[in-house]
């Protein structure tokens, strides 16, 4: 297990590290717009019957993937979050690995729920909200969230994926402002697996590459505005048998 230090500090800088339900029932699931985002899948990739496969979680795990603009759509997201939906969220963003962190204490200002800067590997539970700290990964793998030190990029990608192969159909991803394409790949694993994929509208992110690309790859069942975001969530996953 790697542990790394509980952050204190004042910095809290987004860093740019890129260069370059769904289950069955859920294929009508409505877009911002009225109309389902599709579009070829062709990442190589196999996950094929992951769902399927897959032992049924104690509860729903919501990877939320943000990099340049993300705070102002985080504390948006955060201030709508309900204190007894059940769900757990894991919020992956890009900071500056030489840089402590706020993060966690911003978001806590505006949320309802507790929320913790990650120290070390734990098992998420429900009504909670897990922050990843500067320089770390984040792996979903039976049952808990592992901490590594960082050493690649596209640590969204990265978190997206093992939640995929941990969770399956109850793996959600959302993807909100940012530069670059980091999450585009991790949506198309929970998507195969049977999750929920879900995009920031484009018009309201302050940084729309992230979630344009990866509604472009057709990995993303709903855009939607931030806000409504952990409603949409609380009406998908309180219809699930």
């Not at 985080?74 to 757990?88: M, N, Q, R, T, Y």
């Not at 640590?155 to 999450?183: C, K, M, N």
Request: with cysteine; aromatic share 6%.
């Amino acid at each position: 297990m790697v542990t790394l230090p509980s952050w204190t500090g004042t910095h809290d800088r987004v860093y740019f590290e890129h260069l370059p339900f769904s289950r069955t029932s859920r294929q009508h699931l409505p877009m911002i717009a009225g109309t389902r985002v599709t579009g070829d899948v062709q990442s190589g990739k196999d996950v094929a019957g992951t769902a399927a496969t897959v032992a049924p979680q104690a509860l729903r795990l919501v990877g939320v993937g943000a990099s340049a603009g993300g705070l102002k759509a985080l504390k948006c997201l955060f201030e709508a979050i309900p204190e007894d939906s059940g769900l757990a969220y894991v919020v992956i963003v890009h900071l500056d690995p030489d840089h402590e962190s706020q993060m966690a204490g911003l978001l806590q200002s505006r949320a309802r729920i507790p929320v913790t800067q990650i120290s070390s590997t734990f098992t998420p539970e429900p009504n909670h909200a897990y922050v990843i700290p500067p320089n770390g990964n984040l792996s979903a793998v039976n049952g808990a969230i592992e901490l590594s030190l960082r050493d690649r990029h596209s640590p969204i990608d990265l978190f997206f994926r093992t939640l995929a192969h941990a969770y399956g159909p109850d793996s959600v991803g959302v993807v909100l402002s940012g530069t670059g394409s980091d999450g585009t790949a991790g949506l198309q694993w929970i998507k195969e697996a049977g999750g929920i994929t879900i995009a920031q509208a484009p018009a309201e992110a302050e940084y729309d590459a992230m979630p344009r690309n990866a509604i472009a790859a057709g990995h993303v069942d709903i855009v939607i505005p931030v806000a409504e975001v952990p409603a949409r969530l609380v009406e998908l996953t309180s219809a699930d048998p």
